[in-house]
């Protein structure tokens, strides 16, 4: 799998994708510039109008970074860890969380994903 840029403001965060097949129809998308909202104090997410592959499973928990979709339509980056009970699709995780969670702030946010 190719690596991934998201950009926020003026930070670059490279994330390691997982190979499948809903990753591989978010690639098909990029670049992509999205405005993310606010979701609980522990996410972004953002609604595709069209619905990708989905193989979601419990997850069990969230770790700081995950890029994640919520059913078929619902892009979700999560900037703190936790339990959780819902069920994802793993698309990836940003390699190095420093600063993350203040690039994502807390209302909604504009970021750009690309391809490295």
Known sequence: MPGLTLRIGDKNFRVTLHDNDSTRALLKKLPLTLAMDELNGNEKF??????????????????????????????????????TSYSYTRLGSVDDVTGWANALGSGSVEVTFSIN
Do not use: Q
């Open 46 to 83: 953002y609604f595709f109008s069209e619905k990708f592959p989905a193989a979601s499973e419990r997850v069990g928990s969230i770790k700081t970074g995950d890029l994640m979709l919520y059913g078929s339509d619902c892009l979700v980056l999560f900037y703190e860890s936790f339990a």
